[in-house]
């Protein structure tokens, strides 16, 4: 068995030696290409601006359709992917993260999530016409074809490559985990009634990527966040798919909130005081000061705020509730930013 494992080890570590040589090639290839792109379009410049004043209306279009296809009119899934990244850098970092590596992971999480955004409406345009709230998203109401997501897919997953090219062959090699669970969460609805925790997974993993990023090594307090965002995840995305949960029962689809049912008020109260409790062990561990559990406390305000929206499961106040969780990463993050300015 020993054996089987260092074979599997040596076989995975010479994948990703092959993978990163090869996404270097490519980068290099991009960027020659793109030098040359950069001397046509100034001997054409003049063709390109006119075809593109002349095609304007029909560009415009494609661009507002791909901005709300990538939700970037929804800044909230940027946030709720952000604030457990930040919260990592500065632990990694013990406040101070390096200039490069917080820009690249600030775009990383702008374009994971766009990709992921993208990548879930390709998956589910057949089930989103029969959801009242989903109905009218770019692909499943037609104005963007699957074609073309595929494609903003490839442009988006290949602007990731480019960022995490620049990073350390540790966060490279975490990377490759990245892009799979990326690409399998919006298939979990399909087959289990937890969905909510792949999710979680998928934004949790940019936690030991940042601690590989900043210090080159992936910590025992790097698991501890990286279970409490996969917690989080649970509650927020829970509160989500309360929305929704009449149309997907109608349609098929999995969800915690079917899962819970009428404990489901319960369950996640339970969810959030393991959340807090994490979050507290935290702070013991890394022996944060009073501005961190300062942030915990408004945390838990917050938390019991947002069991007050949900406790008529009004689907209405069910999505506020979720949109609280942004405000409720922001705080934790506070508290950790004036620990390391102040404490």
């Known amino acids: 068995m020993h054996q089987l494992v260092e074979k599997i080890i040596i ?68 946030l709720l992917l952000l604030w457990p990244t930040l919260w990592a850098l500065w632990i990694a970092a013990e406040g101070h ?49 699957p074609i073309e997501a595929m494609g903003l897919t490839t442009v988006l997953l290949m602007c990731a490559a480019v960022l995490v090219l620049n990073l350390n062959a540790l966060t490279f090699k975490l990377s490759l985990v990245a892009v799979p669970l990326a690409i399998i969460y919006p298939f979990m609805k399909r087959v ?35 279970i409490t965002t996969v917690l989080w995840a649970i509650v927020y995305d829970t509160m989500y798919a309360m929305v929704d949960r009449e149309d997907d029962i109608k349609i098929g689809v999995k969800t915690t909130a079917i899962l819970f049912d009428d404990a489901d008020r319960a369950i996640i109260a339970s969810v959030q005081i393991m959340i807090l409790l994490s979050q507290i062990l935290t702070g013991v561990k890394l ?36 949109l609280n969780n942004q405000w409720y990463g922001m705080v934790i993050f506070a508290g950790l930013y004036l620990h390391y300015m102040f404490g």
């Open 192 to 226: 289990t009634y937890l969905p909510q925790v792949f999710l979680g997974l998928a934004f949790a993993w940019a936690i030991p990527m940042a601690f590989a990023a900043q210090t080159d090594s992936v910590p025992e307090i790097a698991w501890l966040l990286f």
């Open 97 to 145: 993260p390096d200039l490069d590596i917080l820009i690249i992971f600030i775009f990383g999480v702008i374009v994971m999530r766009s990709t992921g955004c993208v990548i879930n409406d390709l998956v589910d345009r057949n089930l989103d016409r029969h959801v009242e709230r989903t109905r009218y998203r770019p692909i499943t109401s037609g104005k963007v074809k």
């Open 287 to 322: 022996e944060l000061g009073q501005f961190y559990y300062a942030g915990i406390a408004v945390a838990s305000l917050l938390s019991i705020y947002q069991q007050y929206l949900i406790k008529d499961r009004i689907p209405e106040n069910c999505f506020r509730a979720f």
């Open 11 to 78: 076989l995975a570590k010479g994948f990703s030696t092959h993978v990163l040589k090869l996404l270097h090639q490519i980068n290099g290839i991009l960027a020659t290409l793109a030098k040359k792109s950069l001397i046509i379009l100034k001997q054409h410049s003049i063709n390109i601006s006119n075809f593109i004043k002349s095609n304007w209306p029909f560009i415009k279009n494609r661009l507002d359709q791909y901005y709300f296809l990538m939700r970037l009119d929804k800044p909230v899934g940027i």
